[in-house]
């Protein structure tokens, strides 16, 4: 039986972000709009990201294993966080072989974008009102994309991981919402399963969650959850661990 999957699987999310910070300070002032001053796509990480993102690189350089395919998110805090683990060695491959994949990018919120929960409730109770009834998994803001229309991208992803990279120590550093879209592909959740992980806390900024390849789990073997929202890494330099969304509730 050929394997069909790689042998380990590292998913991180990206290190702190400048607009995570931008997110917070306009919830505390109960304003309606963050302000990131340009795209989401080039939001850079914060000072206390790239020092996350270090953190886990030396983490990842003191293992026996160190992943030597990188996917990545094109979205700038992604490209950095993946980039700042290569510099402090955790990485068997140069970010100038990191395969960037759209498919990883960051959930796309459409006319919600950069609304905090109060901007939304002010400028659309129509789509406030739309995603209670229908959940955060089907509600699809107009221009934007509900979690089923990530869960499609990140099946093509996965397909080109198991057709290029079979056998191989792959990491893929992404989002929040990819992160648990992953997860509820990897491990055949259910809507109410993934809401439900997902209701317990935000992924942490780095956190890692880890697969290991298990020849038993199918009659084509599969990937085995070994960790979910690790921060070790983290705690063990005594960087700090945050969890910040990358949107409000009302629209993630």
């Given at each position: 039986?050929?394997?069909?999957?790689?042998?380990?699987?590292?998913?991180?999310?990206?290190?702190?972000s400048?607009?995570?910070?931008?997110?917070?300070?306009?919830?505390a002032?109960?304003?309606?709009?963050?302000?990131?001053?340009?795209?989401?796509?080039?939001?850079?990480?914060?000072?206390?990201?790239?020092?996350?993102?270090?953190a886990?690189?030396?983490?990842?350089?003191?293992?026996?294993?160190?992943p030597?395919?990188?996917?990545?998110?094109?979205?700038?805090?992604?490209?950095?966080?993946?980039?700042?683990?290569?510099?402090?060695?955790?990485?068997?491959v140069a970010?100038?072989?990191?395969?960037?994949?759209?498919?990883?990018?960051?959930?796309?919120?459409?006319?919600?974008d950069?609304?905090?929960?109060?901007?939304?409730?002010?400028?659309?109770?129509?789509?406030?009102?739309?995603?209670?009834?229908l959940?955060?998994?089907y509600?699809r803001?107009?221009?934007?994309?509900?979690?089923c229309?990530?869960?499609?991208?990140?099946?093509?992803?996965?397909?080109?991981?198991?057709?290029?990279?079979?056998?191989?120590r792959?990491?893929?550093?992404?989002?929040?919402?990819?992160?648990l879209?992953?997860?509820?592909?990897?491990?055949?959740?259910?809507?109410?399963?993934i809401?439900?992980?997902?209701?317990?806390?935000?992924?942490?900024?780095?956190?890692?969650?880890?697969?290991?390849?298990?020849a038993?789990?199918?009659?084509?073997?599969?990937?085995?959850?070994?960790a979910?929202?690790?921060?070790?890494?983290?705690?063990?330099?005594?960087?700090?661990?945050?969890?910040?969304?990358?949107?409000?509730?009302?629209?993630?």
């Open positions: 039986m050929n394997q069909r999957w790689p042998d380990r699987l590292w998913i991180v999310r990206h290190g702190e400048s607009g995570n910070l931008a997110r917070d300070a306009a919830q002032a109960r304003a309606a709009r963050i302000d990131t001053l340009g795209r989401d796509v080039d939001v850079p990480l914060s000072r206390r990201g790239e020092a996350q993102s270090a886990l690189g030396r983490w990842f350089a003191d293992q026996a294993e160190r030597d395919v990188v996917l990545v998110s094109p979205y700038l805090r992604a490209r950095q966080t993946a980039g700042l683990m290569a510099a402090a060695g955790g990485l068997a970010p100038g072989d990191f395969i960037q994949d759209e498919r990883l990018r960051e959930k796309e919120f459409g006319i919600l950069r609304l905090t929960r109060y901007g939304i409730e002010e400028h659309y109770p129509d789509q406030a009102k739309l995603r209670s009834i959940g955060k998994f509600h803001p107009p221009g934007g994309e509900s979690w229309d990530v869960i499609l991208r990140l099946r093509g992803a996965l397909d080109t991981v198991s057709l290029h990279h079979a056998g191989a792959v990491l893929i550093v992404a989002h929040q919402v990819v992160v879209c992953l997860r509820y592909l990897l491990e055949q959740l259910t809507e109410e399963q809401l439900a992980i997902d209701a317990e806390g935000d992924v942490a900024n780095c956190g890692v969650t880890a697969y290991a390849y298990d038993g789990m199918t009659p084509r073997g599969g990937l085995k959850l070994q979910y929202n690790f921060t070790v890494p983290l705690e063990s330099e005594g960087v700090p661990v945050t969890a910040e969304s990358d949107a409000p509730r009302a629209a993630r």
